[in-house]
Nanobody, 117 residues
Framework: QVQLVESGGGLVQPGGSLRLSCVAF????????MAWYRQAPGKQREPVAW???????NYADSVKGRFTISRDNAKNTVYLQMNNLKPEDTAVYYC???????????WGQGTQVTVSS
């Protein structure tokens, strides 16, 4: 079992920045992909950015050029740097760690990000 704890959410004005953190309190050799998802009110949860243990990066089109995912293995932490935030980025952001096949997956409890003036 891998426990994931997110932090760093909050209220920010449009154009502002936030950095989310996801700490894994246990490690697992099965974990291959570490990802951030988000879920806005009334919408389905959607992937935002993900990074593999081989440091392959991917981003949703809606955040490309604005968000950056990174990881610090020594701290068992994955980050999501979010710049030029827009009101449509408002959502609960979840950390996800999963195996290569996705059959083993763990979720954090989520952190709220609100972009509003």
């Amino acid at each position: 079992q891998v426990q994931l704890v997110e932090s760093g959410g909050g209220l920010v004005q449009p154009g502002g920045s936030l950095r989310l953190s996801c700490v894994a309190f246990q490690s697992s050799s099965y974990i291959y992909t570490m990802a951030w998802y988000r879920q806005a009110p009334g919408k389905q949860r959607e992937p935002v950015a993900w990074i593999t243990t081989e440091d392959t990066l991917n981003y949703a089109d809606s955040v490309k050029g604005r968000f950056t995912i990174s990881r610090d293995n020594a701290k068992n932490t994955v980050y999501l740097q979010m710049n030029n935030l827009k009101p449509e980025d408002t959502a609960v952001y979840y950390c996800n760690h999963r195996s290569r096949t996705g059959l083993i997956a763990f979720w954090g409890q989520g952190t709220q990000v609100t972009v509003s003036s």
